[in-house]
């Protein structure tokens, strides 16, 4: 679940300088950066879509440096404003940084610290969440970005409280999500924030996504270390506790092992991973669960037990906060998601009768689909093997695709 702080913005009270518009969006755009999530904005803010019942913004695409600005795949941007633009918007959304170990351009930086000191709202999606940290922007607030990265910010800005569980965090002037798609439920929160749960629904169902998300980033984490944390102290005992999933200890015990007091240890490990000892061993030891739960066929209890956990209640609970479902139907899910092809299929039934050569095209009732002989099309069931079509029951809120995968 997203973060929304007890200041949530609400540009309407707050004061922003005579020379800015609570209508206008800047996107700030810099060379290097992907296109995706450079797009994200300029799509929610720049398409007039009043037709629809979205109210309009107005949008100032600036470029945070010299151009042409190069993007992904080898494109060429020129963006038709440059940082003078930022001090007529309301809001400022910086998409991405091109890379998260080089620093952001010193003009950049100051134009972004005098729109927040002018009343700015100031929005990082992705690795933009690094751009607003160097301008000092986060410094004391809580904020996320993509788990990839969230050890990265929380290690080279420590006074910011990274959470890399969120997909979003709304600190009121200030607002940072997670990787990629989460930026289109930040911009999706801004337009609710603003204009309301309809304006936003109305944009969602332009943009064919959902007007919430449930939940968080925890289930994209995976088990990986840190991009820095290889010559760190710390990497010998987060390795160790990877490696003992299976065994039940506590945060006790990780420091024990760093030689470590319990408070330095927590204030050590949150600075290289963003993440509290305990929460960061709940979270590895629930995608140790989900694996567990994808690949072999042992029990809830055996799984609970192989994952450290101290009961299957434990594990339940947790599961559940984390993935939004409990164990079982967890597998029972991704079961029924498996690929078409790793279910056993019937034997082709042989023919009893000669089968009569056509020169030309056969009859429709005699044509063979991918449903069986004589299906016709919008039937997918008739003719098709029984155990076939109970082999492709679909996910709840999931529409079943056409046999043959067309």
């Not at 020379?19 to 800047?26: D, G």
């Not at 002018?118 to 996320?144: H, K, N």
């Not at 330095?264 to 694996?291: H, K, N, Y």
């Amino acid at each position: 679940m997203s973060h929304d702080s007890t200041v949530t913005a609400d540009l309407a009270g707050r004061k922003l300088s005579g020379r800015r518009r609570k209508e206008i969006v800047a996107v700030l755009l810099f060379s290097g950066g992907p296109i995706f999530e450079s797009s994200i904005p300029l799509s929610v803010f720049g398409i007039d879509r009043q037709d629809a019942g979205v109210p309009r913004y107005r949008l100032l695409v600036c470029a945070g440096e010299d151009g042409p600005l190069r993007t992904t795949g080898g494109l060429e941007l020129t963006a038709p404003q440059g940082l003078e633009a930022l001090a007529r918007a309301g809001t400022v959304v910086v998409p991405a940084w091109r890379s998260i170990t080089s620093p952001p351009p010193a003009a950049a930086l100051d134009a972004l610290r005098r729109a927040h000191e002018e009343g700015a709202r100031i929005v990082g999606l992705c690795t933009g969440a690094f751009v607003l940290a160097a301008a000092g922007l986060l410094d004391g607030r809580p904020a996320t970005t993509h788990w990839m990265y969230a050890p990265t910010l929380a290690k080279r800005y420590p006074s910011v409280h990274v959470d890399p569980r969120e997909l979003f965090v709304d600190d009121g002037d200030v607002l940072t999500s997670a990787g990629t798609a989460a930026g289109i439920d930040l911009c999706l929160h801004i337009v609710r924030t603003d204009h309301g749960s309809e304006a936003a629904g109305a944009l969602a169902r332009r943009l064919v996504v959902p007007p919430r998300r449930a939940g968080g980033q925890e289930r994209y984490l995976d088990r990986s270390l840190p991009e820095e944390i290889g010559a760190d102290p710390l990497a010998e005992v987060v390795a160790w506790a990877l490696e003992h999933l299976h065994e039940q200890f506590d945060v006790e015990t990780l420091a024990a092992r760093a030689y470590m007091s319990r408070r330095t240890f927590d204030r050590r490990f949150r600075s290289l991973t963003g993440s509290a000892p305990l929460q960061w061993l709940i979270t590895q030891r629930v995608l140790q669960a989900q694996r567990l739960l994808e690949t072999s066929d042992y029990s809830v209890d055996e799984v609970a037990g192989r994952c450290g956990f101290r009961s299957p209640v434990a594990l339940r609970g947790h599961f559940r906060r984390q993935l939004g479902s409990s164990p079982a139907a967890y597998r029972a899910a991704y079961r029924a998601r498996r690929p078409q092809q790793e279910q056993q299929r019937p034997e082709p039934v042989q023919p009893t009768q000669p089968v009569q050569v056509f020169d030309g095209p056969l009859p429709p009732q005699l044509r063979r689909t991918p449903q069986g002989v004589g299906a016709h099309h919008g039937d997918p069931g008739r003719g098709a093997p029984e155990a076939y079509l109970q082999g492709r029951a679909a996910l709840p809120g999931q529409r079943e695709r056409p046999l043959g995968g067309v």
